[in-house]
């Protein structure tokens, strides 16, 4: 059984830039979850997608959008990136809703440079 | 609000030595409650769920974990440590509260000294 992909596994980008990062759930799952992963703040909870609709989302500016296809694939999208938005973004599915599933099934993430 | 608050950001033991890694949370209905582990450079991966059966709960890799309501608390342990078990430990939780939405504690990375 294919575990969660993620692509790109890494990136660099330059200030200004937008990038979209894409997320392949473990087949059947149809909800997925992103987090933003750096040192000094650990992991950041993003956004929930489940069955194409945005179940939460956390505490980030208007530029981190994402979305969910019929097939449950995600895409996440940063427009205007900042020097801060440098981390490792991770995306997790899950069978049900995440904080009910049980458990979450991780990707290795998506490692983003801004430069 | 739910919070999760996980005591020490880095924890360092021997090889061999017992295992505490501290988790405390906030919720005002039963929660769920959660371990996962984060090795170098992977995503993290499930180590053991409280979901409201049994209040010791089991994990893989000879972790559990004990749900004490009275404290908030859902310590993780292991009677002896493993240089393998060298990584970040997250503790998690989810309610009604947080429209199961999971809350994360910083993390707490564990060092094995050979």
């Known amino acids: 059984k294919a575990g969660v992909t993620q692509t790109p596994r890494y990136l660099i980008k330059t200030r200004g830039q937008q990038v979209t990062l894409s997320c392949s759930p473990i087949?059947?799952?149809?909800?997925v979850s992103w987090y933003q992963q750096t040192p000094g703040q650990g992991l950041q909870f993003l956004f929930e997608?489940?069955?194409?609709?945005?179940?939460n989302k956390g505490n980030f500016p208007g530029r981190f959008s994402g979305r969910q296809f019929s097939n449950s694939r995600s895409e996440m999208n940063v427009s205007t990136l900042e020097l801060g938005d440098s981390a490792l973004y991770l995306c997790a599915s899950s069978l049900a809703v995440a904080g009910l599933a049980g458990e979450l099934f991780f990707g290795e993430g998506s490692r983003l440079t801004v430069l | 609000a739910q919070s999760v608050t996980q005591l020490g950001s880095h924890v360092s033991v021997s090889e061999g030595a017992l295992v505490l890694l501290r988790c405390n949370y906030s919720s005002s209905v039963p929660p769920y409650l959660f371990w996962y582990v984060q090795y170098p450079n992977q995503g993290l991966q499930l180590l053991l769920k409280y979901t409201s059966a049994a209040t010791l709960v089991k994990g893989i890799n000879g972790f559990e974990a004990e749900f004490k309501k009275s404290e908030t608390s859902f310590h993780l342990t292991k009677p002896s440590a493993h240089m393998s078990d060298a990584a970040e430990y997250f503790c998690?939780?989810?309610?009604?509260?947080?429209?199961?939405?999971?809350?994360w504690g910083a993390g707490t990375k564990l060092i094995i000294k050979p």
């Open positions: 087949s059947g799952h149809r909800s």
């Open positions: 998690a939780v989810s309610s009604m509260d947080s429209n199961y939405q999971l809350i």
């Open positions: 997608y489940f069955s194409e609709t945005q179940r």
